[in-house]
Every structure is written in C-alpha cells, then in structure tokens.
C-alpha cells in the first residue's frame, strides 16, 4: 500500500510541484551566490521528472528553449531587466531547466485544456515575476501593468502551447 501512495500520480504531482517552489526560491533569492545550488536543485528536478512515464526528452527541449525565448522577448521590450550578467542571467537558465521538467510531469492533466492552460498562465506567470521584482531579481523598467499584461499573454501562449503538446503526446500514446 505504502508503494501504491509513493508512485501515485497525486503524489508525483504534489512532490515535483514542491520541488519546483525550491527550485524557484534558490534561483530567485539566491540568484548567482547560489547559482551551484540552483543548478543542483533543477538537475534533481530533471532526474525526478526523467523517471516519469510523462518525460519525453523532445518536449523538454523544446518548453525550456520557449521559455528562454519568452524571457528574452521581455527584456527585449524593455518591460525588466534581470539582476545579473547578460540578457538572461545563469540563475533565472538554471530556473528554466527545472520549469520544463516539473511541467511535463506535473501539470500534464492540462492536456487538451486550453481554456485552463491559459487562464493559469494569465494568472500565475506574471504573478512570479512581480515577486521576482519585489525580491530584487529583476528591475522593472515600464509600468507594473505592462509587465502583468506582457507577461499574462506570453505565459497564456506558452501554457496553451504546453497543453497541445501535452495532447499529441497522449494521442501518440494512446493510436
């Protein structure tokens, strides 16, 4: 029984959301002090997501290379500048390796939920950012409500788009 509760999907799901909140909290607070840590925390996040029947190597690559783009876009509009060296900093990269990997594995129930997927990103990737601000990770450089409104509709894109990955990955499974 105890088995049965490690591997359920709930669990799994719970434990690699967890997980990311670490990963989140080392890149941003910690930002290059940490950077050795936050790199570790996201490669243990890699590893635990690797063990998922839901990895797939392919659809990794390609959300962590989307959101590097997605990163890139807002600096390059002037909405925020990252704390530390370069367009993007080596904390907020480490940060995008776990992102990726805790998706695939724990937000694959939004296979197919477009509607959902969006409405999550709207909310939840900008609010990141705002506290990522509020931490010191990021300077703004605009209004706060042009970098919720960037963020929301780049964040919804990203997350509809993770939810039609996620829906070929399952049609591909199941055919």
């Known amino acids: 029984m105890l088995q049965r509760l490690i591997t359920s999907p709930q669990i799994r799901r719970l434990t690699g959301l967890f997980w990311f909140d670490l990963v989140w909290f080392v890149a941003v607070v910690g930002r290059e002090p940490w950077l050795a840590l936050g790199f570790s925390v996201a490669l243990v996040q890699v590893l635990f997501s690797v063990r998922s029947p839901q990895f797939r190597w392919q659809h990794y ?12 876009v807002v600096v390059a509009s002037g909405t925020l500048v990252f704390d530390g060296a370069g367009l993007l900093p080596w ?3 480490a940060l995008w390796c776990g992102f990726p990997a805790m998706a695939i594995t724990t937000l694959d129930w939004l296979a197919g939920r477009y509607w959902l997927a969006a409405l ?3 909310a939840f990737g900008p609010l990141t950012y705002a506290a990522g601000v509020r931490l010191g990770a990021a300077e703004l450089l605009t209004e706060e409500w042009r970098m ?12 509809v788009f993770f939810a039609g990955l996620m829906q070929r990955k399952r049609r ?4």
């Open 172 to 175: 591909v499974k199941h055919a």
């Open 91 to 93: 904390w907020l990269i």
């Open 148 to 159: 919720w409104l960037l963020y929301g509709v780049l964040w919804a894109l990203y997350m």
């Open 120 to 122: 999550i990103g709207i």
């Open 61 to 72: 690559t390609v959300l962590l290379g989307l959101g590097l783009a997605l990163e890139a």
